[in-house]
T-cell receptor, first 116, second 111 residues
């Protein structure tokens, strides 16, 4: 079974440009999460989807970040316009219903974003 | 948000048990403790989780104190492949179920 897949694995863009990150969760996982780690900091929660609905977007840093999950399958995270401080590694994770047996989330390999 | 505190680094001899401590003194009664690890350039990998009772699986054991303010992850026979950053995480159990990551412990297993 395929795990959580993220595209691209690396992205280098100039300040002011737009970048879109994609996450394909494990098939059947309704819950999808985005996290990120910026340089020297902890991994921080960004938002949580249940199917196509945003359950919690309290971690989104500002309105330059837009996450979507149309149809409740894959998700995209768009940064527009990108700033230098957006550089870091963006992780996506998915899980089955976490309220049932408190199942774990499975993480993707991450997308390393560098804004220059 | 509940916060976890871990030592920044630890060394362990290959074949010996690695005991990784974690403090989570502000944990709430309905929050689980999860452990993940991250091997260089990979995503975090699940190890084990628990609420109150000690837990064991094929990878590790998790010992949670009775007051739930701290826990210890035990890798019974560390190998060189266990060299990684280990994260002790508190997870909400309602609403968002988001993970609150700490800074992690960088474990180095020595040959």
């Amino acid at each position: 079974e395929a795990g959580v897949t993220q595209f691209p694995s690396h992205s280098v863009i100039e300040k002011g440009q737009t970048v879109t990150l994609r996450c394909d969760p494990i098939s059947g996982h309704d819950n999808l999460y985005w996290y990120r780690r910026v340089m020297g900091k902890e991994i921080k929660f960004l938002l949580h989807f249940v199917k196509e609905s945003k359950q919690d977007e309290s971690g989104m840093p500002n309105n330059r970040f837009l996450a979507e999950r149309t149809g409740g399958t894959y998700s995209t995270l768009k940064v527009q316009p990108a700033e230098l401080e957006d550089s870091g590694v963006y992780f996506c994770a998915s899980s089955q219903d976490p309220g049932v047996g408190n199942t774990e989330a499975f993480f993707g390999q991450g997308t390393r974003l560098t804004v220059v | 948000d509940a916060k976890t505190t871990q030592p920044p680094s630890m060394d362990c001899a290959e074949g010996r048990a690695a005991n990784l401590p974690c403090n989570h003194s502000t944990i709430s009664g309905n929050e689980y403790v999860y452990w993940y690890r991250q091997i260089h350039s990979q995503g975090p990998q699940y190890i084990i989780h628990g609420l109150k009772n000690n837990e064991t699986n094929e990878m590790a054991s998790l010992i949670i104190t009775e007051d739930r303010k701290s826990s210890t992850l035990i890798l019974p026979h560390a190998t060189l492949r266990d060299t990684a950053v280990y994260y002790c995480i508190v997870r909400y159990t309602s609403g968002t179920y988001k993970y609150i990551f700490g800074t992690g412990t960088r474990l180095k297993v020595l040959a």
